[in-house]
């Protein structure tokens, strides 16, 4: 009996190890840009819808970045902007682009991604996001 407690147990963590996954949300911001979204450094004329986004340099990985998907949640205001979050909690969208040196964000938002967590007219918002 005591063998096969033991193995229920083993069993049970093996399977806790695959379906547990630490999630590590990272800080930043986010602009947006607007269409059109193609060419882009990852698919170039392929579309790729509009929940979407430009990785800069902090995320974008010498392009390894293409294709990671990112839960972002708009976390508040970065200027005069009292409360710029709104609509959804978080947008996941999927990295398609590459936003250069001297961008305004961590990521840059396709427009309609920005404007289903934040008012565009906010222009730049604090964020939290972790890749999933």
């Not at 340099?57 to 200027?79: F, L, Q, S």
């Not at 909690?89 to 427009?111: A, F, H, M, N, R």
């Amino acid at each position: 009996m005591a063998k096969l407690s033991i193995l229920l147990c083993i069993a049970i963590a093996f399977m806790l190890s695959f379906t547990l996954r630490e999630v590590v949300a990272h800080t930043g911001t986010a602009t947006f840009y607007t269409q059109p979204y193609v060419p882009s450094a990852c698919n170039g004329y392929q579309k790729d819808g509009v929940m979407i986004a430009a990785a800069s340099d902090a995320i974008w990985d010498d392009g390894a970045a293409c294709g990671r998907k990112y839960k972002v949640k708009c976390t508040g205001a970065t200027n005069q902007s009292p409360h710029p979050c709104r609509g959804k909690k978080y947008v996941v969208v999927k990295v398609v682009d590459y936003c250069p040196s001297g961008c305004e964000g961590t990521i840059d938002l396709s427009q309609e991604a920005f404007a289903s967590i934040a008012d565009p007219d906010a222009g730049k918002i604090k964020i939290s996001f972790h890749q999933v």
